[in-house]
C-alpha cells in the first residue's frame, strides 16, 4: 500500500477560456493531513472538487487510490466511466462544503443516514446506530431529531462531517470548512478535524487557518495562480517561506 | 409620568378611526349580502295567497325565494348531478395527473444539457400554452378527422408495432382528459422547473458527493424541497382544473356543469341549477384548499424553525385574543418597572 491516496500530475483545468489550474502536481499520502492554501481564485477549490470529480480536469494525470478520476485506462485507450461508475467512486470519497449544503428537509439523523441506506445499502436499523455514533463523536448525539435550520453554523458543519463519515470514506476533502462560520464557532469545527486527523484519516484542507495548517497538516501546498508555488512541512514553510508570493500573502492572513 | 399609588400608569391606546369606517362599511355590505340572499320576491305569475287571520280573510301575492333555494335543495343531490360531480372529480384527477407527470419530464429535459431536449421541452410548452384550452379540447375531440387509426412505429421505413382505431380508444372523457391533460403538462412544467432551480446548487453537489445518482439526487434530495415551491401554485392549478374541466361539456361529458345544463334546459330553471353547479364547484375547491394547507405544511419541514399553526390553532388564538381584547377594559394598567 504505498501507492499515495491522491496524486495529481500537471492537472489542468479552465472554466469558459479562464485557465483555473495551470499544471498543479501534488502528493497526499495515506493517513497524513495536507493542506492547500493560497489566496481566493488561486485554484484550492477547483483542485479539490477536480478529486472528487465535481469538477471535470481537463488535461493532466489525477489519481485517487492508485486509479485514474473519471477515466479508465485499457488498452493504450482512456475510457469516461458512466454515471454509476462516478457514483461509487465519489462514494469512498466523503466531501465537507464550505455552506455545509445539508440537507434542509431531513433531520440531523436522517441527513447522516441518507447516504448508507440509500447509496451503499445498509440496513436503516444499521444507518441509525452508526449515524448516532457520529453524532456523538461530533458531540451533537442530542440534536438527532433537529432540522438544520435549528442549528448553529458551528453544529451544523459537524453534522456535515458527520455525514461524510458515515460513508466511511477512505479520503475527506474538507472545501473552507470553516470560512462561513461565526469565528466564535471556529474552534468546535477545527477540533472534530483534529480528531479525525488523530484517527488516521487522510484529508485534504482547503483553509485559511494557518494554525490549524501548522498544529495538524503533515504536508502544505501553497496555490497562487493556478499553480504550486512553494510546499513542504507546514512548520517550516509557514514560519520561513522561500518565495516572495508566499511571504507577501502570510503577512496579509497572519 | 404620573403614577398611580401603586407603581402602573394608564396606557391609551391608538384609535384607528378610518379603520372603524371601514369596517362599518363591510358590516353594511355583509348585511346586505345576507338580506338579497334570503329575501323573497312576488312570483311573476300574479298568483295570490289568502290566509284567515283573526276571522278577517287576508290575501298577498305568492312568493318565492330570491335565490329559489327550494329548487336548488330539490336538484342539489340528485343522482344526475352526483354523477356530473364524480365525472368532474375524476375529469380533474386523471388530467392533473397527466399533467402533472408529463410536466415533469418536460421539466427535467428543459434543464437537460442536451439541447435538443431542452428545445423539445420549450417548444412543446410554446404549442399548448399558445393555443387556446377550448381549441385543444375540440380538436382532441376530433381527432379521427386526421388519423383514422392510431399506428406506433418507426417514421419514414413502414414498420408498426400496434394499430388501434382512433374511434374506440378516444371516446368524449378520454378525449378531454388528454386534451386537458396535455393542457396542464405545458403550465406544471414550468411550475416545477421553478421550483427545481429554486433549490440551492449545494445541495445537489453535496449528494453527488455521497455517491447518489443523478436518479436519486433528483427523488431524496431536489425534489422534496423543490415541493415547497412547486405547491402554492399547483394548488392553483387543481382548483382552476376543476372549474376548467366544465370546458368538457362542449365535447359532450356530461360533467358537473353538463348534468345540470341538461337539467335545466329541460325545465328552465336555469339559475337555480347553476346555483348547484356552483355549490359544488364552493365545496371541492374549499376540500382542496383545505388539503393544499396541510400538504403545504407538510413540505414546509426543515424550512422553518417553527411550523406555522393548523387553521383551528389558528382560530383559537384569534378567539382568545378578541375575548382578552374585551376582558382588559380601555386604557389597561400597565405596570410599569421602577
Known amino acids: 500500500m504505498n501507492t499515495p491516496m491522491v496524486e495529481a500530475r500537471g492537472v489542468h483545468k479552465s472554466y469558459a477560456g479562464i485557465e483555473v489550474l495551470k499544471g498543479v502536481d501534488l502528493?497526499?499520502?495515506?493517513?497524513?493531513?495536507?493542506?492547500?492554501?493560497?489566496?481566493?481564485?488561486?485554484?484550492?477549490?477547483?483542485?479539490?472538487?477536480?478529486?472528487?470529480?465535481?469538477?471535470?480536469?481537463?488535461?493532466?494525470?489525477l489519481r485517487v487510490d492508485g486509479g485514474l478520476v473519471g477515466y479508465e485506462a485499457r488498452g493504450g485507450k482512456l475510457y469516461e466511466l458512466n454515471d454509476k461508475q462516478i457514483c461509487a467512486e465519489r462514494a469512498q470519497i466523503g466531501m465537507v462544503f464550505q455552506r455545509f449544503n445539508l440537507f434542509q428537509h431531513l433531520t440531523v439523523l436522517e441527513n447522516v443516514t441518507v447516504g448508507q441506506v440509500k447509496v451503499k445499502g445498509s440496513s436503516v436499523e444499521a444507518a441509525n446506530a452508526k449515524a448516532r455514533e457520529l453524532l456523538t463523536r461530533v458531540g451533537l448525539e442530542s440534536k438527532e431529531k433537529n432540522y438544520p435550520s435549528q442549528l448553529s453554523g458551528g453544529q451544523q458543519q459537524r453534522v456535515a462531517i458527520a455525514r461524510a463519515l458515515a460513508m466511511e470514506p477512505k479520503l475527506m476533502l474538507f472545501d473552507e470548512p470553516t470560512s462561513a462560520l461565526d469565528p466564535e464557532l471556529v474552534g468546535e469545527v477545527l477540533d472534530v478535524m483534529k480528531d479525525l486527523a488523530r484517527s488516521g484519516m487522510t484529508m485534504i484542507v482547503v483553509t485559511h487557518e494557518m494554525n490549524f495548517a501548522k498544529e495538524v497538516a503533515n504536508t502544505v501546498?501553497?496555490?497562487?495562480?493556478?499553480?504550486?508555488?512553494?510546499?513542504?512541512?507546514?512548520?517550516?514553510?509557514?514560519?520561513?517561506?522561500?518565495?516572495?508570493?508566499?511571504?507577501?500573502?502570510?503577512?496579509?492572513?497572519? | 409620568m404620573a403614577m398611580d399609588g401603586d407603581g402602573t400608569v394608564k396606557v391609551v391606546p391608538v384609535r384607528h378611526y378610518s379603520r372603524w369606517a371601514g369596517v362599518a362599511c363591510a358590516l353594511i355590505f355583509i348585511a346586505m349580502l345576507v338580506h338579497t340572499l334570503l329575501s323573497r320576491v312576488p312570483d311573476t305569475t300574479g298568483q295570490m295567497v289568502c290566509h284567515v287571520v283573526n276571522g278577517a280573510r287576508k290575501c298577498q301575492p305568492a312568493e318565492h325565494w330570491r335565490f329559489y333555494w327550494n329548487v336548488v335543495g330539490q336538484y342539489f343531490t340528485t343522482s344526475e348531478v352526483l354523477h356530473g360531480l364524480l365525472l368532474t372529480l375524476e375529469l380533474t384527477a386523471l388530467a392533473m395527473i397527466i399533467g402533472i407527470v408529463l410536466g415533469l419530464v418536460l421539466a427535467v429535459m428543459r434543464l437537460s444539457h442536451s439541447r435538443l431536449l431542452s428545445s423539445t421541452a420549450w417548444s412543446y410548452t410554446w404549442f399548448f400554452r399558445g393555443t387556446p384550452v377550448l381549441v385543444q379540447l375540440t380538436f382532441w375531440y376530433f381527432i379521427h378527422a386526421l388519423y383514422s387509426n392510431l399506428t406506433i412505429?418507426?417514421?419514414?421505413?413502414?414498420?408498426?408495432?400496434?394499430?388501434?382505431?382512433?374511434?374506440?380508444?378516444?371516446?368524449?372523457?378520454?378525449?378531454?382528459?388528454?386534451?386537458?391533460?396535455?393542457?396542464?403538462?405545458?403550465?406544471?412544467?414550468?411550475?416545477?422547473?421553478?421550483?427545481?432551480?429554486?433549490?440551492?446548487?449545494?445541495?445537489?453537489?453535496?449528494?453527488?458527493?455521497?455517491?447518489?445518482?443523478?436518479?436519486?439526487?433528483?427523488?431524496?434530495?431536489?425534489?422534496?424541497?423543490?415541493?415547497?415551491?412547486?405547491?402554492?401554485?399547483?394548488?392553483?392549478?387543481?382548483?382552476?382544473?376543476?372549474?376548467?374541466?366544465?370546458?368538457?361539456?362542449?365535447?359532450?361529458?356530461?360533467?358537473?356543469?353538463?348534468?345540470?345544463?341538461?337539467?335545466?334546459?329541460?325545465?328552465?330553471?336555469?339559475?337555480?341549477?347553476?346555483?348547484?353547479?356552483?355549490?359544488?364547484?364552493l365545496i371541492v375547491t374549499t376540500v382542496l384548499s383545505i388539503g393544499q394547507y396541510y400538504l403545504e405544511r407538510h413540505y414546509a419541514k426543515g424550512a422553518l424553525r417553527t411550523p406555522p399553526p393548523t387553521p383551528i390553532q389558528r382560530i383559537r388564538s384569534d378567539v382568545r385574543g378578541i375575548l382578552s381584547k374585551f376582558r382588559t377594559k380601555r386604557g389597561v394598567q400597565v405596570a410599569v418597572a421602577p
Open chain 2, 153 to 281: 412505429g418507426l417514421p419514414f421505413v413502414n414498420v408498426t408495432f400496434v394499430t388501434i382505431n382512433t374511434n374506440s380508444i378516444f371516446t368524449n372523457f378520454i378525449a378531454a382528459m388528454v386534451a386537458l391533460g396535455t393542457n396542464e403538462a405545458a403550465y406544471f412544467s414550468e411550475i416545477a422547473r421553478s421550483g427545481l432551480i429554486a433549490v440551492d446548487e449545494g445541495q445537489t453537489e453535496a449528494a453527488s458527493s455521497l455517491g447518489m445518482t443523478r436518479g436519486q439526487t433528483l427523488r431524496l434530495v431536489v425534489l422534496p424541497q423543490a415541493m415547497r415551491v412547486i405547491l402554492p401554485p399547483t394548488g392553483n392549478e387543481v382548483i382552476s382544473m376543476l372549474k376548467t374541466s366544465s370546458l368538457a361539456m362542449t365535447i359532450s361529458v356530461v360533467e358537473l356543469f353538463g348534468a345540470t345544463s341538461n337539467i335545466s334546459a329541460g325545465n328552465y330553471e336555469i339559475m337555480p341549477l347553476l346555483i348547484v353547479a356552483s355549490l359544488w364547484y
Open chain 1, 27 to 61: 502528493t497526499v499520502t495515506r493517513g497524513e493531513v495536507t493542506c492547500l492554501i493560497g489566496p481566493s481564485g488561486s485554484g484550492k477549490s477547483t483542485l479539490l472538487r477536480c478529486i472528487n470529480h465535481l469538477e471535470k480536469h481537463d488535461a493532466g494525470e
Open chain 1, 221 to 254: 501546498y501553497f496555490l497562487d495562480g493556478g499553480v504550486i508555488e512553494e510546499s513542504g512541512d507546514p512548520r517550516v514553510v509557514l514560519t520561513t517561506p522561500s518565495s516572495e508570493r508566499l511571504k507577501s500573502f502570510l503577512s496579509k492572513v497572519l
